[in-house]
Each structure stands twice: as structure tokens, then as C-alpha cells.
């Protein structure tokens, strides 16, 4: 039997290889646990969503940009700048109540080359004639009080234009007493000065006295008289009547 050779059938399990090393036994990639996948779903939602935020950012950029409309032009460029579309909705609105206050208000002004309506308006308790609000006091300061009084109440000291005015002073004071006007004597000038910087027309009206150092204008029915600053009258204040 020595030198004979034997052949054999193996039957090998169909789980080994060539290596000799079962199937089961050979190493497997783990699977991936199911957070890791989640977290990869919600990495490219995340992503997704942020690239639909940046689109719609610019689309409410471009918007804003197309609503404000062009940069008015700078003064001296070319003469001409662009109204604000705010500003002029403001202005066409402020015209629109205005002209509502007109219709309610006013008078149709005679005809004439303007044409329109010939209204001014006076805040309360201020009595109106021609361009201007006149307001009276009631009690009694001196000149230089009563000169506050007005500059508080945006206005000023009466200033007397015409004799038509002083005419019309006589109704509005009843002609009892003494009232501060804006007249008086600055030191340095020694004459009779409007405190709108105009001196007393004598060929309009008449000097109230001489024109001395500490004295006051003031008026008593159609006159102006002459008193010390420091006497305590009431006073008349005036501003521009408010056109509609």
C-alpha cells in the first residue's frame, strides 16, 4: 500500500473560504446608529431651509429698495431733486385738510386777479383785523413784563402801522384805560422806536411826549401816550393772522 496515493471527496460547509475562516466569523461594518441618521436628515433640512431664508431676505431687500425709489438728486447737481414720495403725500394731505378748513370757514374773496377764498384765522381769545391777531390782558405789568408776556405767547408788543389801526384799537379797549404798546425810547438812540427796529412816523402819528430815557408808549382810545416803563398798565400783543 506504501506509495499509493488516495484521493478524497471533501465536503467542505458552504460557509468557509479559501482562508479557512468561516463567514460568520469574519468581521461586519457596524450599522449606523438611527440618531446619526437623523441628524444627517436634519443637517440637510437645516440646509435647505437656510438657503430659502437668504432668497426671500433678498427678494424684502429688493422691495424695500423699489419702494423708497431713487435718493433725491443733491442740491446743485442738475437743479432739480426728487421729491420724497413721503413728503409729498404729507403736503398733499396738509392741502387737503386745508382746503376742507377753507370751504367750512371762509368767505369766497372778492373777485379779483387771485381769486380763491380770503380767510386768516386766529388761535382762541385773539381778536382778528386785517393780517393781524390782536390779544389784550386782563391784569397789569409793566413795560418791560408785558414785552415777555408777548415773546411767550409767540408774539409780540403791539406795533402800530396806521391810523386805520389806531381807530380800531378804540373798539377793542373800549377806550378806559391805558394799554403797553411796543413803543419806547432806547437809551442809546433817544428817540421813539418801534420794537421792530422802525421809528415813530410823526407825520403818521402824533409824539406822545418827549423822548426821554425810561418812557414807554401807550394807548387810550385812538392816542398814544407817554408813561415810565416801570407803571403798571395791561397790554396788547400781536401776530400773524394764520391765511387758509
Known sequence: MAGEIVYADLHLP?????????LSAQ?????SPRWHRTALWVGWIGNIVLVIAVIALGIWVSHLVSEKGPTPAAPGSDGVGSRDPSTAECSARL??????LSQRLCHPAPSGPAGGSECKLCPTDWRLHGDKCYWVSRGGEMWSESRTDCSAR?????????????????????????FWIGLSVPSPEKAWTWLDGSRLDQSLFQAPGPAKGNSCGAVKGNQIHSDTCDSAFQWICQRDAIPL
Open 95 to 100: 392741502e387737503r385738510f386745508r382746503s376742507h
Open 154 to 178: 409767540g408774539s409780540q408788543l403791539l406795533v402800530i402801522q396806521d391810523p386805520k389801526e389806531l381807530e380800531f384799537l378804540k373798539d377793542l379797549t373800549q377806550g378806559s384805560h391805558l
Open 27 to 31: 468581521p461586519l461594518s457596524p450599522p
Open 14 to 22: 458552504s460557509g468557509f473560504l479559501g482562508s479557512g475562516v468561516p
